[in-house]
T-cell receptor
Framework: DAKTTQPNSMESNEEEPVHLPCNHS???????IHWYRQLPSQGPEYVIH???SNVNNRMASLAIAEDRKSSTLILHRATLRDAAVYYC???????????????FGQGTTLQVKP | DTAVSQTPKYLVTQMGNDKSIKCEQN?????MYWYKQDSKKFLKIMFS???????INETVPNRFSPKSPDKAHLNLHINSLELGDSAVYFC?????????????FGPGTRLTVT
């Protein structure tokens, strides 16, 4: 799976939008862009994923650059509960040679200030 | 209903002991995983089972032996525990191994070896 680069940490104010960037310049045409997050003392939690088009769900939006070399996870109104480590992960449609494993990087630690 | 559950949540034991961690998922998924999160919060895949068959063993010491009695359960048995085994162990599941599907994680088991 191709590598991703994320800022180590970001800060946001409560009730403001948050844009979490991810660079993946070596992405291949069959790589899905996944986002997971890990709240303190909890297991990782799926957030959203996409291939080429922007995606929205109840948790967040995913904006994918036209060349797919970068993407942005958008939390529309940050709450204190959104403070977590956010991981951007590329997953080949074949699931890493059909193993399905997720390869986690260091992620972005998001702090939300009241 | 908890989708992916693990027992126990905490496990404190002495070096040299043998212990097991259990995982169950009620999502009807056919693929289950064990991940390890070390003290530096780095998350790494250990094992993956698809339809009760082992498909990943990421150079884990053979003191670790996963067992999948059925598609809903994946247990992890650890022999001769060492200090370095102290970590948080997460179980996860997914429907298939394709890169287009999401994984669901359990709450984790914090293992402390003294």
């Amino acid at each position: 799976d191709a590598k991703t680069t994320q800022p180590n940490s970001m800060e946001s104010n409560e009730e403001e939008p948050v844009h979490l960037p991810c660079n993946h310049s070596t992405i291949s045409g069959t790589d899905y862009i996944h986002w997971y997050r890990q709240l303190p003392s909890q297991g990782p939690e799926y957030v959203i994923h996409g291939l080429t088009s922007n995606v929205n769900n109840r948790m967040a939006s995913l904006a994918i650059a036209e060349d797919r070399k970068s993407s942005t996870l958008i939390l529309h109104r940050a709450t204190l509960r959104d403070a977590a480590v956010y991981y951007c992960i590329l997953r080949d449609i074949r699931g890493s040679s059909n193993t399905g494993k997720l390869i986690f990087g260091q992620g972005t630690t998001l702090q939300v200030k009241p | 209903d908890t989708a992916v559950s693990q027992t126990p949540k905490y496990l404190v034991t002495q070096m040299g002991n043998d212990k097991s961690i259990k995982c169950e998922q009620n999502l009807g998924h056919d693929t289950m995983y064990w991940y390890k999160q070390d003290s530096k919060k780095f998350l790494k895949i250990m094992f993956s089972y698809n339809n009760k068959e082992l498909i990943i063993n990421e150079t884990v010491p053979n003191r670790f032996s996963p067992k999948s009695p059925d598609k809903a359960h994946l247990n992890l048995h650890i022999n001769s525990l060492e200090l370095g085994d102290s970590a948080v162990y997460f179980c996860a599941s997914s429907q298939g191994t394709s890169g287009s599907v999401e994984q669901y994680f359990g709450p984790g088991t914090r293992l402390t070896v003294t």
